[in-house]
């Protein structure tokens, strides 16, 4: 934005620079400095469509949807039919269904391939109670989305409504051989079949009825997985909470979770703290170096060392070890 800055200063009415200079401002949001920019350049350059356009997405941008609509009308739709698609999104938005269908029409005419425009025209001439005419763009829509179902049932939607209820059968029928898993269409042909009293009622009936059946066992199938994850997901929550105790044998007691986070937390703090380690000291006085059992005192050992030594001595005190006659005779 510098750059263009300083050419603009260079030469103040270059014109790439300033319309890259209002196209910057527009994508920051600067409205009031795009518009600016862009009125100076309508000035430079007359009724420029790329000046006009951006003067008009930028009031679009700002809600203003009648400067808007004023400058996208002044545009030509052989020049860019874009710019009256815009203009009937606005107009329709704005609740104007005649104003929308011109502009629309005219963006058709000059561009018929806009898929968005097309669905627009074919949407207004079925509320319009028009199916034969809504019916032409559908048409069109198929031809140039082929895969897409939705275009090809309305077709076959608009031939029902128009009373054509043997080519709306038709339609149907090659709606589902193209797509024969589609519930919608069977529904159809069962209904065509049941009001033209044709035996392929039966037929289509069997098949809608095992197509539902097949849809309903797969929508319990994945409510039963989607089951089976959430309490695999909760019995993996709840295992976190048990612990296991020392020499490799599990712990059937539950560990409480908030416990062991403020014991982590505590513990982090202490090793993350800058203060070092301090012990404090205390006096110790004669309760704490007294012990008091709380079982109460231990029993008397029996002294039966002592017992034993008073016994023998009771039982020999009649001998007297001294005496002569216990000593051995000499030769």
């Not at 994508?27 to 790329?50: C, M, N, S, T």
């Not at 997405?57 to 009256?84: H, N, R």
């Not at 095992?210 to 997901?233: F, V, W």
């Not at 014991?263 to 404090?280: I, K, M, N, P």
């Amino acid at each position: 934005m510098t750059t263009k800055k300083e050419a603009l200063q260079v030469e103040s009415s270059c014109i790439q620079a300033l319309f890259n200079l209002g196209i910057v401002s527009k994508e920051q949001g600067d409205f009031e400095q795009a518009l600016k920019i862009f009125y100076k350049l309508q000035e430079i350059l007359r009724d420029d469509p790329q000046v006009i356009c951006q003067l008009a997405g930028i009031y679009e941008a700002l809600e203003d949807t009648a400067q808007a609509v004023e400058l996208y009308s002044t545009l030509d739709d052989d020049i860019d039919p874009s710019m009256g698609a815009k203009l009937g999104k606005i107009l329709d938005s704005e609740g104007d269904k005649a104003g929308a269908f011109t502009a629309f029409y005219n963006s058709y005419r000059a561009f018929p391939a806009n898929i968005e425009v097309i669905e627009w025209m074919g949407a207004y001439y079925l509320d319009a109670q028009f199916p034969d005419k809504a019916v032409n763009y559908f048409e069109k829509a198929a031809l140039l989305e082929p895969d897409n179902i939705k275009w090809q049932l309305l077709m076959a939607s608009c031939q029902r409504r128009s009373g054509n209820f043997q080519k709306a059968l038709e339609l149907y029928k090659q709606i589902h051989r193209k797509f024969p898993t589609n519930v919608e269409t069977l529904k159809f042909l069962v209904q065509l079949c049941r009001d033209l009293r044709m035996p392929d009622e039966k037929e289509y009936s069997r098949k809608l009825k095992k197509l539902e059946e097949t849809s309903r066992l797969r929508g319990l199938r994945e409510t039963d997985s989607s089951q089976g994850k959430r309490r695999s997901a909760m019995g993996s929550a709840q295992s976190l909470g048990i612990g296991s105790s020392g020499g490799g044998r599990p712990d059937s007691r539950p560990v409480s979770t908030r416990s062991s986070v403020r014991t982590a937390q505590s513990a982090r703090q202490l090793l993350e703290g800058s203060d070092d380690f301090q012990v404090t000291k205390r006096e110790l006085d004669s309760a704490d170096l007294s012990y008091k059992d709380p079982i109460g005192p231990a029993p008397i050992r029996p002294k039966t060392g002592g017992t034993r030594r008073e016994a023998l001595d009771e039982a020999f005190d009649d001998v007297d070890i001294l005496e002569d006659d216990l000593l051995p005779e000499g030769d």
